[in-house]
């Protein structure tokens, strides 16, 4: 079974950017979708964006084009570029594979 393991968490203040990545423990050639989606203490995990096996991404309305998400299948990666981060954007981010999840890495957007 895929391990993930993400990174790039981190303070940062309003409007500025971050990059998390989500290394696997094996190919990503063949996984169907990859996913980051995020949670917030005491609410639902929702999904942020996703990407394909053949690199066809999709996006939540909240990402209202400051995020992209991108992957690296040589380096079995896949990255989430954030920027013009709000403090709504605070949350610990996850990312998932088929039915795998990483341990996640918080995302603190505060002055």
């Known amino acids: 079974q895929v391990q993930l393991v993400e990174s790039g968490g981190g303070l940062v203040q309003p409007g500025g950017s971050l990059t998390l990545s989500c290394s696997a423990s094996?190919?990503?050639?063949?996984?169907?979708?990859m996913d980051w989606y995020r949670q917030v203490p005491g609410q639902q995990r929702e999904l942020v964006a996703g990407?394909?096996?053949?690199?066809?991404?999709g996006y939540a309305r909240f990402v209202k084009d400051r995020f992209r998400i991108s992957k690296n299948s040589a380096k079995n990666t896949i990255y989430l570029r954030m920027t013009h981060l709000e403090p709504e954007d605070t949350a610990v981010y996850y990312c998932?594979?088929?039915?795998?999840w990483g341990q996640g890495t918080q995302v603190t957007v505060s002055s």
């Open positions: 990407i394909t096996s053949d690199g066809i991404t």
């Open positions: 094996e190919s990503i050639f063949t996984i169907r979708s």
């Open positions: 998932k594979a088929s039915d795998v």
